[in-house]
């Protein structure tokens, strides 16, 4: 037999898996903003290359 959850039970666990993938992020990003700052870039332009290129 299925168990059911309510929203506010998917929503949690829902959330709670992501948060691996949302601290990888975080942390890739940060990489990515520390290596331009040392090689000389603004942070305008760290911004526009993050958002504007695809991997």
């Not at 290596?35 to 000389?40: A, M, P, T």
């Given at each position: 037999?299925?168990?059911?959850?309510?929203?506010k039970q998917?929503?949690?666990?829902?959330?709670?898996?992501?948060?691996?993938?949302?601290?990888?992020?975080?942390?890739?990003?940060?990489?990515?903003?520390i290596v331009?700052?040392?090689?000389?870039?603004?942070?305008?332009?760290?911004?526009?290359?993050s958002t504007?290129?695809?991997?």
């Amino acid at each position: 037999m299925e168990k059911k959850c309510s929203k506010k039970q998917m929503l949690k666990a829902m959330l709670l898996s992501t948060i691996p993938v949302i601290t990888g992020y975080i942390f890739g990003g940060m990489a990515f903003g520390i290596v331009l700052s040392d090689k000389g870039y603004s942070i305008w332009s760290a911004f526009l290359m993050s958002t504007t290129m695809a991997v």
